[in-house]
Structures are given as C-alpha cells and as structure tokens.
C-alpha cells in the first residue's frame, strides 16, 4: 500500500506539473505534429497543382492568341504565294479578262499613303498624349479631349472616310493627302490614349528629380518621360499603324484607287487594300489570284514595317539611350 501511495502521489505530481508531455503515439511521433506535417504535404500537392493547372491555361491562351495569325499565314501563303513573281512587283493591273499585270502602283501608292498617314497621325497623337499626362491633368479641356480619343476609337472607318470625303474630296477631287488624311484620324486616338497611358507608368520620383535640379517642364517632359515611357509609346505608334495599313472603306471615299501610276498627293492614288477589293469583287478567276497574292503581300509588309521598328528600338536608339 505504501507503494501504491507512492506512486499514486508521484502521478498527482506529474499531473500538476505543467511541463508535463503529452503521451507518444504508437508511431513515436505526437499527434500534433503528424497532423502538421500532413497538412503540409497537402498545402504542397495542392501548390504544385493549381501551378501546373495555371502553366497549362497560361499556354493554352499564348496558343489561342498565335493560332489565327499562324492559320491566316499559312492559308494566305497557299493561296497566294504561287502569283507572286517578278511581274506582280514591277507592272500595273491588267484589263480584266488578260493574264499577267501586277500590283506595283498600289505598293507605292500603299507606301505614300500611310507615309502621309503616318506624318501627320503620330506627331498629334503623341502631343494629345503628352498634354493629356503631363499638362492637362484635372482641366475640363483634357477631360474633353480623353473622351473624345474614346469615342474616336469606336467610330466605323467608313464614317471616317465619309467624314473626309466631304471636308476634302466633295467639290474637289479624290486624292492622296485625303487617304492619309482619313487614315491619320484613326491613328490619333489609339496613339494618344496609349502615350497618356505610358507616361503614366514613369514614376514621379523621376520627374521631382529632374525638376529639383532647375530643368524646365518642356525639358523634363522630353528627355525625361517621353524617354522613359518611349517602348510603349512606340508599341501603340505600331498598333495605329497596323490597324489603318488594311484599311479600305475611308480610302474608297478619299483616294478611290487608280490603275495606272500616280505619285501626285493631289490626284487619285492606287493602294494595295483597294486594289484587293476590286479583285476580290470581280468575277475574273485571275484577278482572284491576283487578290491573294496582294493580301499575303500587304500582311508581309506590315509585318516587316512593325519587326524592323522592333529591332530599332532593341539596340537602345528609341530606349532613351544616351
């Protein structure tokens, strides 16, 4: 009995004792720490789970995005690659009805064009956006000017070009400086929003530095933000330019097209999108040939254009680079 008492007091005294341990399992583990290490595992099988699933999406859009460009080259490239030769390059449409002729004065006419485009589309589109970021913040006119980019964007092309036509061509003539003209309206608002959007994103640190060490406003804005934001800026400048080079419907109420050579900004311009349209709407089996060969080549040509802008700006000259 005494030894009962013994280690029945020796039980009430572990029992007290704080310190005290937990029984051990079978395992030799406690059971707290067996269920943290199970949830453990299975934080870690679900981690590497939803991460593969997340890859597997992130793969599935890239190929979803890339598949109709690569779909619409190679179908162009079989439809079209056989007309291409020497004589497509260098000669003018043939009359309907004859074989051979090219599409040489809608290349060049295509080229004026968007040049003309080009030139008076950017410079506006980039200064809309440097007021709308730097100068007009907080002002009802950059307000209005934003809202106005907005609704341009979503305007119809055939509404741009029936808009020029009658400012320009009406009482007039068709003509080249009226093609750019309607293409450089498209250009503007796309070029505008994307420049305020990308001098948004140069931080304001930069600036207060600049400002700190007695630059003026202008010079801030120039070598400062527009160099800082210039792979951006120059993205959306590419992103204008790809969307008005196909464009038809503004040039079949400005520039109208022409069959025979014209450099002239003041007369009737051939372009490749018109020239494919007219193709593609007669009934002549060589001029639908002809068609193909002309939308593989106004594909290539954007293509080119954007890939050397590219280029361009990959070596540092349009980076800001000093």
């Known amino acids: 009995m005494g030894g009962d008492a013994g280690h029945s007091g020796e039980g009430k005294l572990m029992s007290a004792n704080p310190l ?80 051979g002729g090219g599409m040489a004065n809608a290349i060049v006419g295509s080229g004026i064009v968007l040049a003309l485009a080009s030139l008076m589309g950017i410079p506006v589109g980039i200064g809309a ?36 036509f009658g400012l320009l061509v009406q009482g007039r003539s068709y003509s080249a400086f009226a093609g750019g003209v309607a293409l450089a309206i498209m250009m503007v608002p796309t070029i505008a929003r994307t420049t305020e959007e990308m001098l948004a994103t140069v931080p304001h640190s930069i600036r207060e530095a600049a400002l700190g060490l007695g630059v003026p406003k202008w010079r801030t804005v120039v070598s400062v933000s527009l160099k800082t934001a210039s792979p951006g800026i120059i993205t959306g400048c590419m992103l204008a330019f790809a969307r008005v080079a196909g464009e038809t419907a503004p040039l ?11 450099y002239k900004l003041t ?46 700006a990959s070596r540092g000259v349009l980076k800001g680079a000093s």
Do not use: C
């Open 129 to 164: 956006g440097v007021y709308l970021a730097e100068f007009g913040r907080g002002k009802t006119l950059a307000a209005a000017v934003r809202f106005t980019a907005d609704v341009l964007n979503g305007v119809p092309s055939i509404v741009v070009g029936i808009a020029v």
């Open 252 to 262: 079949l109420f400005t520039a109208f097209g022409n069959q025979f050579w014209s």
């Open 267 to 312: 007369e009737p311009i051939a372009a490749l999108p018109l020239q494919i349209y007219v193709y593609a709407m007669s009934p002549s089996d060589e001029w639908h040939r002809l068609a193909w060969a002309g939308s593989l080549v106004l594909i290539v040509m954007i293509m080119v254009a954007v890939t050397l802008v590219r280029i361009y």
């Open 20 to 99: 005290h341990e937990p029984p051990v399992s079978d395992g030799g583990q406690l059971p707290s720490t067996d269920l943290r290490s199970k949830r453990k595992s299975f934080n870690s099988v679900w981690r590497y789970l939803v991460n593969h699933a997340v890859t597997v999406l992130a793969v599935l859009s890239t190929v979803l995005v890339i598949a109709p460009l690569v779909a619409i080259l190679v179908y162009l490239l079989y439809m079209g690659a056989s007309s291409l030769n020497l004589a497509f390059f260098t000669h003018i449409p043939a009359p309907e009805g004859e074989a």
